[in-house]
């Protein structure tokens, strides 16, 4: 189980109990200790932790060491959306190669963004030219 301490650090706590009761016992005990805490984990977090947990106890209940899932009942938060945008081609090509910031990207390939732009600006030359 994961955790925030009040410096905003991380905190690990391993549950463990011998029976499905005590074990639940205890994470809801966990859960309420957590209740209220101002700093928490993204949802994003919450739902990857919620994916593992729920396979892990589906195993379980597949090797019929639990009778049901617990996790089932669980509803993991929604991750917010953020608005989509255009992108131009500098934000394309550092998507497409998977940089985290397009100044890595212009550093290693402005020189193809420089070469689109004068190919683009010669076409619309010529497209100018013809309809005059």
């Not at 994470?27 to 957590?34: F, K, P, R, V």
């Not at 255009?86 to 910031?101: A, M, R, S, Y």
């Not at 890595?104 to 020189?111: D, N, P, Q, R």
């Amino acid at each position: 189980m994961v955790g925030h301490m009040e410096d905003g650090d991380s905190t690990f706590h391993y549950v463990h109990a011998p029976t499905q009761k005590e074990l639940t016992a205890k994470l809801s005990q966990s859960i309420n200790t957590y209740k209220g805490v101002r700093s928490g984990l993204a949802p994003a977090t919450v739902r990857g932790i919620h994916t593992v947990l729920h396979h892990a106890l589906k195993t379980a209940m597949e090797e019929r060491l639990l009778p049901a899932n617990p996790a089932d009942k669980a509803a993991p938060p929604k991750i917010p959306s953020k608005p989509k945008g255009i992108l131009n081609d500098e934000q394309t090509v550092q998507q497409n190669l998977g940089h985290h910031t397009a100044s890595f990207t212009l550093y290693i390939y402005g020189h193809v963004t420089e070469q689109m732009k004068q190919n683009s600006a010669s076409r619309m030359e010529q497209f100018i030219q013809s309809v005059s």
